[in-house]
């Protein structure tokens, strides 16, 4: 099943902080986090695995809720270059080699 | 280091043909796994090769198939094509370690099915 994003879009200012949330029905092994510019290549920003164990960028903070089987990505302070689309990518068992991704939230911040 | 590269990356096809995309991952990565992107669905799962070998596949018809040769490039192919077919096929590359290790995309081929 593919994991449900939230909110699918969202405008912020420079500055401003947003959160944005995965969720999935399924229990969770790992999550990864995904940005993606309007015709470039997505972008990997982080990974959270079962057990707490996380991969990725000093500046990008998330977290990871296995009982809720959820995710949440924390931008604060945005910048113009947050600006795209965020995908979480979710595998439901270890030894997996199959990420299910979210639809995505486009994120979109003005001056 | 160079990054995942893809090719070709935009093509136009002919509902009823055939179509392979190529992959080349970055060095050192023997995981490749293919995704089809569009609007509606978002980023599908197809497949995923490693060490020439497929370890899972996607919910997709026949029709679509993949490869992986020793130096670790794919390719994927699209039989018969269908004009539901037209979308970002993008490729990602891995060290392999399952889902513990992050994904490096290619920008993609974009295939246009008329």
Redesign the interface.
Known sequence: Q?PVQSPQAVILREGEDAVINCSSSKAL??V?W?RQKHG?????LM?L?KGGEQ??HEKISASFNEKKQQSSLYLTASQLSYSGTY?C?T?SG???????????TKLSVIP | KAG?TQTPRYLIKTRGQQVTLSCSPISGHR?V?W?QQTPG?????LF?Y?SETQ??K?NFPGRFSGRQFSNSRSEMNVSTLELGDSALY?CASSL?Q???????????TRLTVT
């Open positions: 593919q092994y790992s990864h995904y470039e290549a997505p972008v990997f990974i695995l991969k990725g995908f990518g595998d270890a030894g997996s080699y199959q990420l299910t991704f979210g639809k995505g | 995942v995981s796994s995704y669905q978002g980023l599908q799962f995923e490693f370890r899972n996607g993008l392999g399952g889902t513990n290790s992050p994904l490096h995309f290619g920008n993609g």
